[in-house]
């Protein structure tokens, strides 16, 4: 299996805090849109647009997560 680090963020919280979000996230941005009086398309389209920003947030901790250990790594010991 691929280790890419992920069960480490948010001290081991984040695979199970991302399904959450990966459910709950576009109903709740749905809900929201629906109750201001937006189109029903339009609302589907911005619930469906929230999905990629869980997948964005996910890339840049892994990203600023690798990077601290490069330079912990890089330290004369």
Not at 52 to 76: C, T, V, W, Y
Request: hydrophobic fraction near 55%.
């Amino acid at each position: 299996m691929f280790d890419d680090g992920s069960d480490e963020l948010l001290g081991g919280l984040w695979p199970f805090m991302k399904r959450a979000l990966l459910l709950f996230i576009p109903l709740w941005i749905y809900l929201i849109c629906w109750s201001a009086g937006l189109n029903l398309f339009i609302s589907a389209i911005a619930a469906g647009l929230s999905i990629p920003l869980i997948q964005i947030f996910e890339k840049m901790k892994l990203k600023r997560h690798l990077d601290s250990n490069k330079a912990g790594e890089n330290l004369i010991k």
